[in-house]
């Protein structure tokens, strides 16, 4: 078993739409949660970045943290094309120390 | 804020010959550095932590004399692949740590391709 499970996808939603993207862990000590996105053949680009449990909210993003259930969720509301993407969870045990990746996301939003 | 940059952004050579991919924090000051290799649809996997004056850490599997990672200054880290061969062909991703922030900025990655 992965310590990070992330569907691969590919996920393709109409340009609008709420996207909802997950990932579950197993490791209870995590504590620094991180969205990334990855356009092709770029580095990724830190979305958002949560510490422990609860929301944060960035414009059209919104990060949850669930510690109880060792699950994560991006949500993205009014999706643009331009979202379109690989979508990488991360986190780690502490900080900007040695991060653990999910598999990513790979996104499109149709016009 | 928070930029790193990469050089190459791609690079291609021949069997046998050694490539240096530099790693550059422009605008603040990393102690730690990460290298990472990434295959097309797959995630990024570490290879190597960097720390700033000492001798990097490598992950299990990853070879310390293939790939030799410097750590001179707290802006540059490099990575030379030495003795490239084709397998190394990858997308090489490197990252600084903003410990205040405690999160990684990457670099726009170096896509080496060896012939």
């Known amino acids: 078993q992965k310590e990070v499970e992330q569907d691969p996808g590919p996920l393709s939603v109409p340009e609008g739409a709420i996207v909802s993207l997950n990932c579950t862990y197993s490791n209870s000590a995590f504590q620094y949660f991180m969205w990334y996105r990855q356009y092709s053949r770029k580095g990724p680009e830190l979305l958002m970045y949560?510490?422990?449990?609860g929301n944060k909210e960035d414009g059209r993003f919104t990060a949850q943290v669930d510690k109880s259930s060792k699950y994560i969720s991006l949500f993205i509301r009014d999706s643009q094309p331009s979202d379109s993407a690989t979508y990488l969870c991360?986190?780690?045990?502490?900080?900007?120390?040695?991060?653990?990746f999910g598999q990513g996301t790979r996104l499109t939003i149709n016009p | 804020g928070a930029v790193v940059s990469q050089h190459p952004s791609w690079v291609i050579c021949k069997s046998g010959t050694s490539v240096k991919i530099e790693c550059r924090s422009l605008?603040?000051?990393?102690?730690?550095m990460f290298w990472y290799r990434q295959f097309p649809k797959q995630s990024l996997m570490l290879m190597a932590t960097?720390?700033?004056?000492?001798?990097?850490?490598?992950e299990q599997g990853v070879e310390k004399d293939k790939f030799l990672i410097n750590h001179a200054s707290l802006t540059l880290s490099t990575l030379t692949v030495t003795s490239a061969h084709p397998e190394d062909s990858s997308f090489y991703i490197c990252s600084a740590g903003l410990s205040i922030t405690d999160t990684q900025y990457f670099g726009p990655g170096t896509r080496l391709t060896v012939l």
């Open positions: 605008d603040f000051q990393a102690t730690t």
């Open positions: 960097s720390n700033e004056g000492s001798k990097a850490t490598y």
């Open positions: 991360a986190m780690s045990l502490q900080g900007a120390q040695k991060l653990v």
């Open positions: 949560t510490y422990s449990s």
